[in-house]
C-alpha cells in the first residue's frame, strides 16, 4: 500500500510570490490534515479536512493560506503571497483512526 | 508552559541499552497519546500509540501513560544504533480524529 505522499519535495520562491503544496493521502483514508514545521520549533497543526470537508482550521496562520480538497481525495495548500516567514517543513497526514501517517514533507523556503 | 513539553537531548545511550524518553502534558482533556521516530530530514514515522493508564508494549519499544501525572514515556530494549533519530511526542484530544500536538522532539544517540 502506498503511503502519503507530497509534491514537490523542495520549493525555492521569492516573497510575493505564489506556491501551490500537493498531498495525496493514503487511499481510502477520509482524513487529511496539514502541518507545518518552521526552524526550530515544533511541529504545528493547519487544518484537518474530512473528505472534502473542512473539519477543522483553526491553525491557519492568516488568509493568505488557501486549502483545498476537491472530491475528498488529493489537497492542494495555496500560499498566496508567500512571506519569509512561511518558510519552513509542510507535512501532510492522513487517516481512518486516530493514528495518522506523514508523508514526506515539502521544504518551502521563500527569498 | 507548553502544551507538551519534552527534554530536547541529546541523549546518549550504549548500544544495548534501555533508552528512556519522557514527555509530559498541560492539559486534562488529552486522552491519545503517540510516538512517533523522525530520521534527519524525513517524515515522522509512528511507532506507538497508547490511550489508557499503563504500559502498552510493541517488540523492544514500551510506552507507558500515567493520566494522573500528566506523563508519556517511551521506553526502547536493546537499543540499536539505528534507533538513533528525534522522537517526537504527540497528543490528541479524544479518542478520535482530531489535530495533533507535537512536543519538539528528543534527540536520542545510540553509540556503538
Known amino acids: 500500500e502506498a503511503g502519503v505522499t507530497q509534491f514537490p519535495s523542495h520549493s525555492v520562491i521569492e516573497k510575493g510570490q505564489t506556491v501551490t503544496l500537493r498531498c495525496d493521502p493514503i487511499?481510502?483514508?477520509?482524513?487529511l490534515y496539514w502541518y507545518r514545521r518552521v526552524m526550530g520549533k515544533e511541529i504545528k497543526f493547519l487544518l484537518h479536512?474530512?473528505?472534502?470537508?473542512?473539519?477543522?482550521e483553526s491553525g491557519m496562520p492568516n488568509n493568505r493560506f488557501l486549502a483545498e480538497r476537491t472530491g475528498g481525495t488529493y489537497s492542494t495548500l495555496k500560499v498566496q503571497p508567500a512571506e519569509l516567514e512561511d518558510s519552513g517543513v509542510y507535512f501532510c497526514?492522513?487517516?481512518?483512526?486516530?493514528?495518522?501517517?506523514f508523508g514526506p514533507g515539502t521544504r518551502l523556503t521563500v527569498l | 508552559q507548553k502544551e507538551v513539553e519534552q527534554n530536547s537531548g541529546p541523549l546518549s545511550v550504549p548500544e544495548g541499552a534501555i533508552a528512556s524518553l519522557n514527555c509530559t502534558y498541560s492539559?486534562?482533556?488529552?486522552?491519545?497519546f503517540f510516538w512517533y521516530r523522525q530520521y534527519s530530514g524525513k517524515s515522522p514515522e509512528l511507532i506507538m500509540s497508547i490511550y489508557s493508564n499503563g504500559d502498552k508494549e510493541d517488540g523492544r519499544f514500551t510506552a507507558q501513560l500515567n493520566k494522573a501525572s500528566q506523563y508519556v514515556s517511551l521506553l526502547i530494549r536493546d537499543s540499536q544504533p539505528s534507533d538513533s533519530a528525534t522522537y517526537l511526542c504527540a497528543r490528541g484530544e479524544g479518542t478520535g480524529r482530531r489535530a495533533l500536538t507535537f512536543g519538539s522532539g528528543t534527540r536520542l544517540q545510540v553509540q556503538p
Open positions: 487511499s481510502g483514508h477520509d482524513n
Open positions: 497526514a492522513s487517516s481512518n483512526a486516530a493514528e495518522q501517517f
Open positions: 479536512f474530512v473528505k472534502e470537508s473542512k473539519q477543522d
Open positions: 492539559d486534562r482533556v488529552s486522552q491519545s
